[in-house]
């Protein structure tokens, strides 16, 4: 097998992994694993950008469109220093399985740009962001792929690069992107789809827990996701027991209050400089992971949970609102320590299935109710986690095989029947 650091194309060893566990458990054939181990269309661009001092600095964008056998790909570009093809093609790899998993008809991609955003000022990131687009533009569409928010981009960003799209094209195209602006096609609801798909999923989990306080919830990662999915269980009576950014962790047994965080972080402060007081102590985001709590939810950035600290972890349950937050090798001794992990393909797909329904919109030029979209939403997660359930019963796996296979199984019938 060919090492995905050594060759970007391919995906990396921990979904192989998973690939392999399927192939083996349904006697699938190689040829058509093939078609899942690489990418069906990776681009790469450097282009250059005005900076605001005049200097011109060339950046490195990639997409990757890794299989459409359901429909046209979709996934969201992220903007971060580290990004590369390698995290690219995994990324769009898990974006397939996401969307055939929750039944959506689009096939899976992913983007990225690597640029640390909180060095570029408002102009330069307006740049880089119309640059990529014109980049891109002549291997994208509404019904070809259609770019979404992730890492470090969000619906400003999304609204210049509609802009940009339909005055290369030169007709109007709001399909093109989701996770817009409302005022530009973006629907009601896109900003919390993640946190609330990954909620009714909580929600569902714990429906027989009388006394919700009881169930004490660590979150590492308080950006989009992770902050309005505190607040939405908290709201349901959860105590949110650790929350972090980049920057440090705070903690508390009582709980933390939600809503003083949220305002903390609007003003654009880092939980480091937090004052400890009431209770309230500052742990470090290894602490977080390895606290004493009944749910950990990594919500920030992938890799989080290795081999490293996977002993360590004494949460009950682990819902993976981060894309890949455990690599392989924490995922099996997760595994054996009897810790369950609701797999991110399943927990933080609420934001392409709420992506979904602003694309319906957008061809329609018809718009729901924030009402309707939750929803519709909660239809289609709950029956992709129910399924997942019983496959589970069924064939006495995890959470997250039993997700690799129904999803997998959905592409590959996809390719049969188109004879592939
Ligand atoms: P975001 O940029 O809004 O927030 C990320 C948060 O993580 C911030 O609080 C940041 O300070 C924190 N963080 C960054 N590096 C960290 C580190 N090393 N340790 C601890 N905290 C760190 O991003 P988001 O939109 O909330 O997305 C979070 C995760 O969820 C990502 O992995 C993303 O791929 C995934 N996700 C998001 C969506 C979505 O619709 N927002 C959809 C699917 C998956």
Redesign the pocket.
């Known amino acids: 097998m060919t090492s995905y650091k050594k060759n970007p194309y391919v995906i990396c060893k921990s979904c192989q992994n998973e690939l392999d566990k399927v192939k083996e458990r349904e006697n699938i054939e190689n040829n058509n694993f093939n078609l899942l181990s690489n990418p069906r269309r990776v681009f790469q661009f450097n282009y250059p950008v005005k900076m605001d001092d005049g200097r011109i600095e060339v950046i490195s964008g990639f997409r990757v469109q890794f299989n459409d056998a359901l429909g046209p790909t979709k996934g969201?570009i992220?903007f971060h220093e580290t990004v590369d093809l390698s995290e690219v093609t995994q990324l769009a790899f898990l974006m397939s399985l996401k969307t055939s998993l929750v039944r959506l008809p689009y096939g899976g991609a992913k983007g990225g740009v690597r640029i640390n955003p909180k060095e570029l000022s408002e102009g330069e990131l307006e740049r880089v962001t119309r640059g990529y687009m014109r980049e891109l533009h002549k291997y994208i569409g509404v019904d070809v792929d259609i770019p979404a928010?992730?890492?470090?981009t969000n619906p400003k960003v999304m609204g210049w690069m509609l802009d940009e799209y339909e005055k290369l094209v030169g007709f109007k195209a709001p399909g093109i992107v989701t996770?817009k602006p409302l005022k530009l096609g973006g629907s009601k609801g896109r900003d919390v789809?993640?946190s609330l798909g990954a909620f009714y999923i909580i929600e569902e989990k714990y429906k027989d827990v009388k006394d919700k306080s009881e169930i004490k919830v660590a979150i590492?990662?308080?950006?989009?996701?992770?902050?309005h999915l505190a607040k939405e269980l908290q709201d349901l009576g959860f105590t949110i027991v650790a929350i972090?950014?980049?920057?440090s962790g705070l903690y508390s047994r009582e709980g933390l209050e939600v809503d003083h965080f949220i305002g903390y972080?609007q003003s654009r402060k880092h939980f480091s400089d937090y004052e400890e007081k009431n209770g309230i102590k500052k742990i470090t985001?290894k602490e977080l992971l390895e606290l004493e709590c009944d749910i950990l939810i990594p919500?920030?950035?992938?890799g989080?949970i290795t081999s490293e600290n996977a002993n360590n972890i004494k949460a009950k349950t682990i819902v993976e609102?981060?894309?890949g937050?455990i690599t392989v090798e924490a995922d099996q001794t997760l595994e054996d320590k009897g810790i369950e992990v609701i797999p991110?393909i399943l927990a933080?797909a609420g934001?392409?299935i709420v992506s979904y329904f602003e694309w319906v919109q957008n061809r329609q030029y018809l718009y729901w109710s924030e009402d309707e979209v939750k929803v519709e939403l909660k239809d289609y997660i709950l029956k992709a986690y129910k399924k997942v359930k019983y496959h589970v019963e069924d064939t006495n796996t995890t959470l997250r095989s039993a997700s690799y296979s129904i999803a997998i199984n959905r592409i590959l019938e996809a390719e049969t029947l188109r004879g592939n």
Request: zero cysteines; a negative charge; glycine letters at 20%.
């Open positions: 969201g992220r928010p992730d890492v470090n996770g789809a993640t590492q990662g308080f950006g989009n996701a992770g902050s972090s950014d980049s920057s972080k985001n919500a920030a950035l992938g989080e609102v981060a894309n937050p991110d933080n934001g392409v």
